[in-house]
Every structure is written in C-alpha cells, then in structure tokens.
C-alpha cells in the first residue's frame, strides 16, 4: 500500500482542476508574452505601464516634485479650506527637502520651500474675486 502526501495547495489545485476551474480560460492554447524573447530586465516596469497608463508619461521623483512646485497656485486654488492649503504646503515642502537631500530618484532639486502664510495669502486673494 502507497501513501503519498498532498499539500494543501496540492489539494486545492487538485479540487479545482476537477471541478473544471482551469477549462476555457482566456489565454489557452497561447504562448506566454515574452516567450521566445530576448530577456528584458525593465519587462515588469514595460507592463505595468502597458497596463496601467498606456504610455502615460512616468518622470522620476525629483521631477515629479518641481512640476508640483510650478503647479502650487492651481492645485491650491481648488482646495476648499486653508487647512487643506497648509497641508498641502507642508506635504510638498517635505517632498521637495527629501528631493533636496537626494533621498528620492532623479536629478537634483533646487527649489526653495514654500511660505505657508504666502500661499494662504495669495490663496484668499483668488477667491475673493
């Protein structure tokens, strides 16, 4: 008499297969992508942006946080409160020393931080028009 052991994910790969889980999927009969290709060691990065954007465009972090910096007076300007306004100041002035100190990817950054009370200041101007 032979006993064999079956693991749980043996068991439960098993029980699926049984139940016709595996049967008609949409990828059957194809060759995996990539298959056959020279190996690509950026492929998850291509993929994911294939998947999630499309080609959208993907800056590294230092930039990301100038182009935020440039962005301040219509970001803030759809904020509804000054708290918002503080907290978003605060959120890129950290972003910005991090990308000061070369703490994230990227080129270089040279930005000041930006005054809360200016931003609010000039924040309450635009909605008083």
């Known amino acids: 008499m032979v006993h064999w ?5 043996d068991r439960q790969l098993r029980e699926a297969r049984e139940r ?4 008609n999927l949409s990828g059957a009969g194809k060759p995996l992508a990539g298959y056959g290709e020279e190996y690509d060691e950026d492929w998850w990065v291509k993929d994911w942006l ?3 954007g ?15 910096a440039e962005d301040l007076p219509h970001t803030v300007a759809g904020l509804r409160t000054e708290q918002a306004v ?6 890129l002035n950290e972003r910005i020393e ?6 994230i990817d990227g080129p ?5 931080a930006f005054d809360a009370d200016e931003v609010v200041a000039r924040w309450r101007e635009t909605r008083t028009r």
């Open 98 to 103: 991090k990308a000061r100190r070369g703490l």
């Open 108 to 112: 270089p950054v040279v930005l000041p």
């Open 86 to 91: 503080r907290d978003h100041v605060a959120e």
């Open 20 to 23: 016709g889980d595996f049967e």
């Open 54 to 68: 499309g080609g959208a465009a993907v800056i590294p972090a230092s930039l990301a946080v100038r182009r935020a």
């Open 5 to 9: 052991y079956e693991s749980s994910i």
């Open 50 to 52: 294939r998947r999630e």
